[in-house]
């Protein structure tokens, strides 16, 4: 079976990089990969990481570029990429507009689609932004739908899409824990973070959503400090994201406070290291509410609304909003309680258990495609 993945941001490559590992050594799969390079140097860093070559680079990534410059550039440029490979089946990851020029591509060629991730819904078609709208055009091109939860199961039912719907998992969990392998005998990795004291209970924040932007992000910015003055045994870790609307708030904010450590963008192999060594984590990450969990760290979800639902039903991660008084209500109670701690950091992680990947390739390798 010909499989073409194509995947252009950070955290597609991180889900779709066990997945492809996985399908090289199927010998009834030939893998091939597609980047578009919606973004580049961080896609690049986790396609080295996992030592993954690409088959086709669009390189579609310009400065100052708009939904409508990937849109068209991309869907165009996967023509000839389609054409050229004559894939039995395209691969495409979560809700990114790549996701949704890829499968639309697809469909395009009469080319069948395999949605992996498919079914998470916020109910807003403008938060996230153009993800809702990006994963619910997908699914209507899908031909596949690996989803990652029951509730996203139910999701796609809601739909009408109930044919060829596989419970899996998420492959998020496949890459965590493939990349912490990696990370053993790496003895040097923490001389990258020598002016964070990990004597101290580590908070790792990230935070970088465009509808956060404005007094959102202040409000966030401003629980942190209040948190970091208050507490002077934890040790706050912020990798800042480049975004000036993220850079300006934060530094004028934070940048001034000792226990907070303002730091570069990390790269997943550090990112996911760190994670590790934290005791909370405070996020508007979608993957980070996926992986936290599976390594026992309880997540606090700084936005008003999330498509990850179950790690909220399970325990796993509370969504605290943009609320300075909630944030930092819900991150005293966890510093200073610990049954409430320890309650949320062995709830078990509803988004799988490693096996997804393997999941996937046994589901299509017992099946016969057709046009």
């Not at 680079?57 to 490979?85: R, Y």
């Not at 924040?205 to 409000?219: A, I, L, M, Q, Y």
């Not at 192999?269 to 984590?281: A, D, E, F, R, T």
Request: proline share 5%.
């Amino acid at each position: 079976m010909n499989c073409l993945f194509i995947f252009g941001t950070r955290p597609e490559a991180i889900k779709m990089a066990p997945l492809v590992k996985q399908f090289q050594k199927n010998d009834h799969f030939q893998a091939k990969v597609c980047v578009t390079a919606q973004h580049r140097e961080m896609l690049d860093q986790v396609l080295d990481f996992f030592g993954i070559q690409p088959d086709y680079d669009l390189n579609l990534m310009q400065p100052n570029q708009t939904l409508f410059d990937i849109t068209a550039k991309g869907l165009k440029a996967l023509e000839a990429v389609l054409d050229d490979c004559q894939p039995d089946i395209v691969f495409v990851q979560g809700d990114t507009t790549t996701c949704f020029i890829g499968g639309l591509a697809a469909f395009y060629k009469k080319i069948k689609v395999a949605h992996i991730e498919a079914g998470l819904r916020s109910g807003n078609k403008y938060s996230p932004f153009p993800e809702e709208i990006n994963r619910e055009l997908t699914s209507k091109v899908a031909d596949f739908h690996f989803a990652p939860t029951i509730k996203a199961v139910q999701n796609l039912a809601l739909e009408n899409i109930s044919s060829n719907v596989h419970l899996v998992g998420n492959t998020v969990i496949d890459a965590l824990l493939l990349g912490l392998d990696i990370l053993k005998n790496d003895n040097k990795i923490k001389d990258s973070f020598q002016n964070i004291d990990f004597n101290k209970r580590v908070i790792l924040v990230t935070g970088h959503r465009r509808e956060s932007f404005g007094k959102p992000f202040e409000n966030i910015a401003s629980a942190i400090k209040t948190l970091a003055e208050s507490y002077r045994d934890i040790e706050v870790v912020y990798p800042v994201h480049l975004n000036p609307n993220v850079r300006q708030v934060v530094n004028k904010t934070l940048g001034d406070v000792p226990n907070i450590k303002l730091i570069e963008p990390l790269p997943y192999p550090k990112l996911i290291w760190l994670m590790n060594q934290s005791y909370l984590v405070l996020t508007d990450s979608g993957g980070i509410q996926e992986e936290a969990p599976a390594l026992g760290k309880p997540v606090l979800v700084m936005r008003e609304v999330t498509e990850r639902t179950e790690g909220i039903d399970a325990g796993t991660a509370k969504l605290v909003g943009t609320s300075k008084e909630k944030i930092i209500a819900e991150a005293s109670k966890l510093l200073d309680d610990a049954e409430a701690y320890a309650l949320m950091s062995n709830s078990v992680n509803p988004y799988g258990d490693g096996t997804t990947s393997q999941k996937v390739s046994d589901i299509l390798s017992n099946i016969e495609l057709t046009k």
